[in-house]
C-alpha cells in the first residue's frame, strides 16, 4: 500500500512553468513505477509520462514531449513533474499514479495503476 500526495498545482500565464510534486508515503517508493494522468472538463483520463522504478526510463505522450519532464528522488520518496512552455490546452486536473513493479518498467495505462493521488488543478491562461 501507498499514499500519494500531489502539490504545485496553480494558475498560471501560456508559456509559464510549474513543477508537480507526488509524495509518496507507505511502502518502498523506490518499487513502483510512477505515472502522471490529468483530466480537463467533459474529457476522459489521459496519459501524461511515466517513469521506471529506478527512474532510468521515462514515457510521454506526444503532446507533451520536449516540454514536460518526469523525474523521481526514491530517497526523498517523491516524484516530480516539470512543466515548461504551458498553453492554455494543459489545463486540467493532474493526477499521481504509482504500481508496484516486479521489474523496471513504464506503465502509459490508468487502468494498470493500483494507487491515486487526489489531483492537483494546474489552469493555464493565454
Known amino acids: 500500500q501507498v499514499q500519494l500526495v500531489e502539490s504545485g498545482g496553480g494558475l498560471v500565464q501560456a508559456g509559464d512553468s510549474l513543477r508537480l510534486s507526488c509524495a509518496a508515503s507507505g511502502r518502498p517508493f523506490g518499487s513502483y513505477t510512477v505515472g502522471w494522468f490529468r483530466q480537463a472538463p467533459g474529457k476522459e483520463r489521459e496519459f501524461v509520462a511515466t517513469i521506471t522504478r529506478s527512474g532510468g526510463t521515462t514515457r510521454y505522450t506526444d503532446s507533451v514531449k520536449g516540454r514536460f519532464t518526469i523525474s523521481r528522488d526514491n530517497a526523498e520518496n517523491t516524484a516530480y513533474l516539470q512543466m515548461n512552455s504551458l498553453k492554455p490546452e494543459d489545463t486540467a486536473v493532474y493526477y499521481c499514479?504509482?504500481?508496484?513493479?516486479?521489474?523496471?518498467?513504464?506503465?502509459?495505462?490508468?487502468?494498470?495503476?493500483?494507487?491515486w493521488g487526489q489531483g492537483t488543478q494546474v489552469t493555464v491562461s493565454s
Open positions: 499514479a504509482a504500481d508496484y513493479a516486479y521489474w523496471d518498467r513504464t506503465i502509459t495505462g490508468a487502468n494498470e495503476y493500483k494507487f
